[in-house]
Nanobody, 124 residues
Framework: QVRLVESGGGLVQAGGSLRLSCVASGRSLSDHGMGWFRQAPEKEREFVAGVSRGAYKTDYVDSVKGRFTISRDSAKNTVYLQMNSLKPDDTAVYYC?????????????????WGQGTQVTVSS
């Protein structure tokens, strides 16, 4: 049974930074594509960033390009999302997810394992 646990969320002022972590247990996810998604109140869950196995490829939604960085540490079975220059529009619950294959994908339906989420609130 794979379990994903996110941490690192919190309350931050606009312009600030946070680093989210997603630790996997139950099996190694080094060969899996990983993604971060977010869901704001009354909005649909959306793709934020993804990383392939081996971190050969990354992908970002346009609204976070240049501000967020996704990375992974296979030895720690952990994926990170470094978030800089945060804006109030970034406020959401952030979810970590894992695919069954190693490539990156933006579609929610392509992710098999999901964490419970961590709240990020950016004040203006």
């Amino acid at each position: 049974q794979v379990r994903l646990v996110e941490s690192g969320g919190g309350l931050v002022q606009a312009g600030g930074s946070l680093r989210l972590s997603c630790v996997a247990s139950g099996r190694s996810l080094s060969d899996h594509g990983m993604g971060w998604f977010r869901q704001a109140p009354e909005k649909e869950r959306e793709f934020v960033a993804g990383v392939s196995r081996g971190a050969y490829k990354t992908d970002y939604v346009d609204s976070v390009k240049g501000r967020f960085t996704i990375s992974r540490d296979s030895a720690k079975n952990t994926v990170y999302l470094q978030m800089n220059s945060l804006k109030p529009d970034d406020t959401a619950v952030y979810y970590c997810a894992a695919r069954l294959v190693g490539t990156v994908d933006r579609r929610i339906s392509e992710y098999f394992y999901w964490g419970q989420g961590t709240q990020v609130t950016v004040s203006s």
